[in-house]
């Protein structure tokens, strides 16, 4: 490279924003694309429903309840959310702008891959967090009214289940770095977190007793168990099935520290697995 | 040369052993307005994709303002606008809004954006449209936008990858009308195309290409002035009769001779002003009342076909 390029180089970059900058644009008008499109609104439409069943069953069972017991009914179904709000807001990230033609219209500007793709993460991310926010905040209401008591536990559940989200945008934004379609991609998102997943972890937990606390499905349910105090221990049952035979059940449970740090790996490396894919990917169609 | 805003030296692409740009140079000068010339499958949109930073390169290199798209895309890109093959807009925003996303990645202050998105959409005359969201527009519309959004920011190289392609008639006449304004401003301009009456029309540089292989390059002026073959269309008082363009045919130079009306007929003739005077008079010497004696603007046509032709 010759010095002259190098010069030039830099001249022009003094007059760009700085790739930070960036992605403070990128995010806030991928935000502004979820609020205009039906997405965020849709989302938050599933919510509401969720919200109002479980109120609706908790309100009307007679059940002596705790705070920590009624926001871990609600926590039960925190995955549900994350697992839309992963399709929704992560499914077709990046694949959209290569099937939708926009990366004609994005990708010629004086902006680096790296900034775009942190930016529309960054803006995922707030709309799972929104998402999220809302739904804790209620379920910590109902707590503190049916429960007589504020839960602690719930507030943990709502860092585990924050980070669960990001986890799984992250995976969402790798399976749309290389899918070529956007309906394939949101659709593999989707059945990769609501059942995929939780096949191969019942396969190897329940029947070949390996404890699957790699996986982040796995690592995401601490959400849940979180509230339950004690915490649930690993048990194994021997179950005599007659002439001499027995079978063995194996009962997983992650181990919070060891979720946290899975979820946290994976979110980062599909993100940079992602955006090495998203570099390198070429607008040919 | 070191100061050219577009300069391309030895670039090759290669789609899985397809070659569809093989070795090409060219240099684009300051100021001008180059037709990048070429039949369908040529290699522009891919030589465009890469100046654009939408495909890397398979070999050589390519440099914007004097920096390498290559190795630093974003400051090479600093000062371009382009529009590359028929772009598409996010649906849920406006022109406005889309006009103030690139114009906030690029840099421009909010007033520079208000102020300029104004003029570039009163150029493209979407003025009325410019809250409504882009989702429902038209082809055209959409093209109208993104030659808006390709301005904004006055880059000093505006790259445009067949901007009239997929419009109507009236759509074609006025994206014309638009290249001819950007035209009297000092950008520089690289398009590509496979309209020769637009680049004849608008252009001052042309530079040909056929199977990712640059056959010529230079200015309008010259290249026309070289293409030695014009086509000659000729009206007269008598009605074309076998007989007629028999005897026409047999004067000397007349070369690929149909008839094209009534009382109309069109040859090719090899040759400068010189020859085409002398042609006339021996036409007239037929007996023929010409009423009108006119080079076809169809030029750079016969030169287009002759060399394409010779690189098969
Ligand atoms: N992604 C790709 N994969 C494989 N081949 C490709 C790809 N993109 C382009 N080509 C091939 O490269 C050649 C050049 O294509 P290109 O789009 O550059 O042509 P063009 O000059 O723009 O043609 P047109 O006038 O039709 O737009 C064509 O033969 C095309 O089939
Ligand atoms: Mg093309």
Redesign the pocket.
């Known amino acids: 490279m010759s010095e002259t390029n190098v010069n030039a180089a830099s001249r022009a970059a003094r007059e760009l924003p700085s790739d930070l900058q960036q992605v403070g644009v990128v995010a806030k008008y991928d935000i502004m694309k979820y609020l205009r499109s039906r997405r965020l609104l849709g989302m938050l439409i599933i919510e509401a429903i969720v919200l109002i069943a479980i109120t609706a069953l908790l309100a009307t069972s007679n059940n002596p309840k705790t705070a920590d017991g009624v926001v871990g009914q609600y926590a039960g179904f925190a995955t549900i959310l994350i697992v839309i709000g992963a399709t929704l807001f992560g499914g077709d990230a990046i694949v959209s702008e290569y099937q939708g033609r926009t990366g004609y219209l994005l990708f010629p500007n004086p902006i680096k891959k790296v900034s775009i793709i942190v930016g529309k993460f960054i803006s995922s991310v707030a709309a799972m967090v929104l998402i999220l926010a809302i739904y804790y905040a209620i379920a910590l209401v109902a707590g503190l009214v049916m429960g007589n008591g504020f839960s602690t536990l719930g507030l943990a559940s709502l860092g585990l289940a924050i980070l669960y989200g990001i986890s799984a945008l992250a995976v969402a934004f790798l399976i749309s770095s290389f899918m070529k379609g956007t309906a394939g991609s949101l659709i593999l998102t989707f059945a990769l977190f609501f059942f995929v997943l939780d096949i191969i972890s019942s396969i190897m937990g329940s029947l070949g007793g390996i404890k699957p606390w790699f996986l982040v499905n796995f690592a995401g349910t601490s959400l849940s168990y979180v509230t339950t105090d004690p915490y649930p221990v690993d048990t194994i049952q021997s179950l005599d099935i007659g002439a001499g035979q027995s079978m063995t059940f194996y009962y997983f449970y992650p181990d919070v520290g060891l979720s946290i740090a899975v979820m946290a790996v994976y979110a980062v490396v599909a993100l940079v697995l992602a955006y090495l894919i998203f570099r390198r990917r070429e607008m040919s169609a | 040369m070191l100061g050219d805003p577009i300069v391309i030296q030895s670039l090759t692409k290669d789609f899985n052993g397809f070659r569809a740009v093989d070795d090409l140079s060219l240099t684009v000068r300051q100021g001008s307005f180059l037709g990048f010339l070429g039949p369908n499958g040529a290699g522009?949109?891919t030589t465009i994709k890469i100046l654009t930073n939408l495909l890397s390169a398979s070999g050589g290199s390519a440099s914007l303002n004097g920096i390498d798209v290559v190795q630093h895309p974003k400051e090479a890109l600093a000062q371009v606008g382009a529009v590359v093959?028929t772009p598409e807009f996010y649906p849920y925003l406006t022109p406005n809004e889309t006009l103030a996303y690139l114009g906030e990645i690029r840099g421009m202050s909010k007033e520079d954006i208000s102020r300029r998105t104004k003029v570039v959409l009163e150029t493209v005359k979407m003025t009325e449209w410019a809250d409504k969201r882009i989702g429902k527009f038209s082809k055209g519309m959409k093209q109208r936008v993104a030659i808006a959004q390709a301005m904004l920011h006055e880059p000093s190289v505006i790259i445009l990858?067949?901007p009239t392609s997929g419009l109507d008639p009236r759509g074609m006449y006025e994206v014309r009308e638009i290249l001819s304004e950007l035209k009297k401003q000092d950008y520089t301009i690289f398009m590509?195309s496979h309209l020769l009456n637009e680049v004849q029309e608008v252009c001052s540089d042309v530079a040909l290409i056929n199977r990712g292989r640059l056959l010529k390059t230079g200015s309008v002026e010259e290249l026309l002035e070289q293409a030695s073959v014009k086509r000659i269309e000729v009206r007269t008082i008598q009605q074309m009769s076998g007989e007629l363009l028999n005897s026409i045919s047999k004067i000397e130079g007349v070369q690929e001779l149909r008839a094209s009306g009534e009382n109309q007929f069109m040859f090719s003739l090899t040759g400068k002003d010189q020859e085409q005077a002398q042609m006339l008079l021996r036409l007239q010497s037929l007996g023929l009342n010409v009423v009108s004696y006119k080079e076809s603007g169809l030029a750079l046509e016969s030169l287009y076909m002759s060399l394409i032709k010779d690189s098969r």
């Open positions: 522009k949109t093959e990858d067949e590509s």
